[in-house]
C-alpha cells in the first residue's frame, strides 16, 4: 500500500494521500531521511505529515556497469 516512486519519476507526477486525500505532484511531498542501507528517501504528506512511502533510488553501480556493456 505504501507509495513507491523513482528517481526516474517525474517532478509533476500525481500523487494522493491515502489519510487525508489530500491530492499534489511528487514535488509538493515532503522529503524525509536518506536511508542509506536500503537507498531510499522517505517522502510524508505535506498536509497531515504522515507517512506515505519511499523514493527508490538507482543504484549506481548498476548503472555503471549498464553503460560498459
Ligand atoms: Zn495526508
Not at 509533476?12 to 511531498?29: I, K
Request: a negative charge; charged letters at 30%.
Amino acid at each position: 500500500m505504501h507509495l513507491i516512486l523513482e528517481d526516474a519519476d517525474p517532478d509533476d507526477r500525481q500523487v494522493e494521500c491515502r489519510h487525508c486525500h489530500w491530492q499534489g505532484s511528487v514535488s509538493e511531498l515532503k522529503k524525509g531521511d536518506y536511508l542509506s542501507l536500503t537507498n531510499i528517501t522517505e517522502v510524508f504528506c505535506p498536509k497531515c505529515s504522515r507517512y506515505l512511502g519511499f523514493i527508490q533510488h538507482d543504484v549506481k553501480d548498476e548503472e555503471d556497469s549498464l553503460k560498459n556493456s
